[in-house]
């Protein structure tokens, strides 16, 4: 079957996801399982989210609006970029797809950091490009080699900002020299799907700045996160006009649902209740970094950033340490996908979570 397939599929490693939580009770035989895998908002999406979601189930006989209409508005507003300059998916992950299926040609290059997040590497295999990959400085990206590594087949630079898994990302300084006189033919895909947790940070750096400069940069974000609409699937781009409009073409008419919509529409406008779980979420971050520092002695070791997950290095191999943690009802992720065999990346949960996940990586250490 192999001989048949698109010579770009076979090339590609199955995406192995953080395994969901009724899997792990059916396998393990367990009532109580917590997931600290996928960067998930706890807490789930407001009830006037919740609430706008039941009023549009009665429409499901119907289409979803393709044109994403009314979250368009209040996603442009909020911006302060033109509604035509906006492009939506079915979670960013489909934003970074349609970046390349609008751009790249077979043997175009991409590059990107690595580790990195891995959607950056499995979409663009699959829409033949040429992957350049920059291995990190430490946690952090290295953009004065990512720079030179661009060449005049390179379509496409992602830069998670911060990325995925280090938790890092590139300061407003540091964009800004990777800018300077960066050809206009390369399009800049700056990933912000963290970007609520980074935004009040004093060198994080403003890319929709970029954007409304003229710079050739997609900015994209998502309601999976902060929102806590994982399970729905949406999330955008912003670009310039000529870019969104390629980007648009490329995409399936319907790929955002009804409810989709309706719910990120709702999210934006209750902010209230995001902020405070951004707040809680943050205490709860120091907390778990301070009782991880205490783990020093048993090899434990970590670098701290502003988003809601942290990648936590032991002295045991993850592919031992995660099915240990599994056992206990506690799902994180074992970086060993990424090269990384010694470390896990834990969510940031709820108190009572955390707690747990720090109970059960104590006894396993
Ligand atoms: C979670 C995540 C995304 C996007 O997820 P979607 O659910 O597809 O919006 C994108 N980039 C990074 C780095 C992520 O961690």
């Known amino acids: ?69 009314e979250l368009r508005q209040e996603v442009a507003k909020r911006l302060k970029v033109g509604a035509d300059q906006l492009v939506f998916g079915c979670g960013s992950d489909e934003v970074i797809v349609l970046a390349l299926r609008a751009f790249i040609n077979e043997g175009d290059e991409v590059v990107m950091a690595k580790p990195s997040f891995l959607v950056y590497s499995l979409a663009s295999t699959l829409a033949g490009a040429k992957l350049v990959q920059i291995p990190l400085n430490g946690l952090r990206y290295d953009l004065v080699a990512m720079k030179k590594a661009v060449t005049p087949r390179t379509k496409i630079v992602f830069i998670g900002n911060p990325d995925n898994p ?24 700056f990933d912000e799907a963290y970007f609520e947790f980074a935004a009040k940070e004093k060198d994080y750096p403003d890319t929709l ?40 073409r490329a995409r399936e008419p319907f790929n955002v649902t009804s409810l989709a919509q309706a719910a990120a529409v709702a999210a934006l406008k209750d902010s209230a209740y995001y902020q405070k779980i951004l707040k809680q979420l943050g205490r709860e971050r120091d907390l778990l970094c301070k009782e991880l520092e205490m783990l020093a002695a048993k090899g434990v ?9 942290i990648q936590v290095r032991t002295l045991i191999d993850s592919r031992a340490l995660s099915p240990a943690l599994i056992k206990k009802g506690i799902i994180v992720r074992d970086m060993s996908a990424w090269g990384l065999s010694n470390y896990i990346r834990v969510t940031i949960g709820t108190p009572a979570e955390n707690k747990k996940f720090l109970k059960a990586l104590k006894e396993s250490l």
């Open 301 to 309: 070791s970590f670098s701290k950033g502003c988003t809601n997950f």
């Open 209 to 248: 700045a970029l954007l409304r400069a003229g710079r050739n940069v997609v900015v994209a974000r998502t309601f999976s996160k902060i929102y806590g609409l994982a399970g729905l699937r949406v999330g955008y781009g912003a670009a310039s006009l000529e870019v969104a409009d390629l980007m648009n």
């Open 1 to 69: 079957m192999k001989t048949l397939a698109n010579k770009f599929v076979t090339g590609i490693k199955p995406y192995v996801p953080g395994k969901p939580i009724e899997e792990v009770k059916r396998e393990f035989g367990l009532k109580n399982v917590i997931k600290l895998a996928s960067n998930e908002n706890p807490y789930g999406p407001s009830p006037k989210v919740l609430k706008a979601i039941s009023a549009c189930a009665k429409t499901l006989n119907r289409y979803p609006d393709g044109a994403c209409f």
């Open 166 to 189: 280090s938790g890092q990302y590139p300061t407003k300084d540091e964009v800004a020299v990777f800018m300077k006189d960066l050809p206009e033919s390369v399009i800049v895909f």
